[in-house]
């Protein structure tokens, strides 16, 4: 079953983090009951992923202001039917920023989010389940905008709160320190 690698990740997730056990199980129930979880053309929600885009030099993420939402998130977007969701990060990461060097630092999920997207003019409101892996820029910082995005910046961490007041930003900024990687 092409579900069975993201529900592997996500136990391995809840094991690490059994305080998000009622985030995950709502995953969980919803992988299992959509065999098209990862396409956009679910109209109750999809998978999908993003990236806490690391600066190669620097403890900074790059973020987004996103043009549809008219806030600062991290980069991501819809899996468009792939279920290898650290792909879809890194496809996602690479054309957000423009940046061609993009690794993996870690193959476990990072965090996961469930937040609602508004009605827009092309869809109904839905929801995106969304996995979030960690990813280092190798090389250039120079960025490039695109059309999804008003501008990207890249963020000292300890100064997230000064950018946004996302919830699962600053979360995922905690989770960050924790891991102690730089």
């Known amino acids: 079953m092409h579900r069975n690698p ?30 098209n979880c990862f396409d956009r053309t679910l109209s109750k929600g999809h998978i999908t992923g993003s990236a806490w885009l690391i600066h190669p030099d ?15 998130l991290q980069l991501g977007g819809h ?22 060097h993009i690794i993996p630092l870690l193959s476990d999920i990072f965090d996961i989010d469930i937040h609602r997207i508004p009605e827009n003019r092309r869809e109904a409101a839905h929801h995106h389940y969304d996995i979030r892996f960690v ?14 995005s008003h501008d990207l910046s890249w963020v000292l961490i300890p100064s997230l709160h000064e950018i946004t007041q996302e919830k699962s930003i600053l979360r995922m900024r905690q989770k960050w320190h924790a891991l102690n990687l730089k």
């Open 135 to 148: 990813l280092q820029a190798v090389g250039s910082e120079k960025v490039r905008i695109s059309e999804e």
């Open 6 to 35: 993201l529900l592997s990740l996500l136990r391995t997730y809840q094991n690490k983090y059994p305080e998000e056990t009622e985030t995950v199980q709502s995953f969980t129930r919803f992988i299992q009951e959509h065999t």
């Open 58 to 72: 620097h403890p900074k993420v790059l973020l987004t202001h996103h043009r549809k939402l008219n806030k600062w």
């Open 79 to 100: 899996a468009d039917g792939q279920s290898d969701v650290l792909s879809v990060a890194l496809r996602e990461a690479r054309e957000e920023s423009g940046l061609n």
